[in-house]
């Protein structure tokens, strides 16, 4: 997908390669610049290197799932308050509660609603570059 540097960059992370490019679609539809990653390994280099300004992704998937990116990502200081959005084939109060833990900004259940996983991007998105602006990301 296209990356313009004027559009907030949203990093998909997911094993299921149909999926991603559904979701990636979608997020560009909207105005996002969009990159994309086949699991939690790639996805951290491709954050470390690309600097996104949103992260979604999918829990269950090979080398590092989401849990262990989540946590991984967070421990770098400069992702501190880099949003991160947690996409799942299943919800309890467990999960999430594990993902408020491994710092993860929200949990959505699949299949998603698109007009809510938009919304609550833009508004994570803006939270976080208000946050840039006072300096505390």
């Not at 559904?22 to 600097?51: N, P």
């Not at 989401?66 to 919800?91: M, N």
Request: charged residues 30%.
């Amino acid at each position: 997908m296209e990356n313009h540097r004027n559009k907030k960059l949203i990093l998909i992370i997911d094993d299921e390669a149909d999926l991603a490019v559904v979701l990636a679609q979608l997020i560009a539809g909207a105005g996002f610049g969009v990159v994309v990653a086949s699991d939690g390994v790639d996805g951290l280099e491709k954050a470390k290197s690309l600097r996104p300004d949103a992260v979604i992704l999918d829990v269950a998937m090979p080398k590092l799932d989401g849990w262990g990116f989540c946590e991984r990502f967070r421990s770098d200081p400069s992702f501190k308050r880099t949003p991160v959005i947690i996409l799942t084939a299943w919800l309890s109060d467990d999960l999430t509660r594990k993902a408020n833990a491994a710092g993860a900004n929200g949990i959505m259940l699949k299949p998603y609603d698109e007009k809510k996983l938009i919304g609550r991007l833009r508004e994570l998105c803006e939270s976080a570059s208000h946050n840039l602006a006072g300096g505390k990301r």
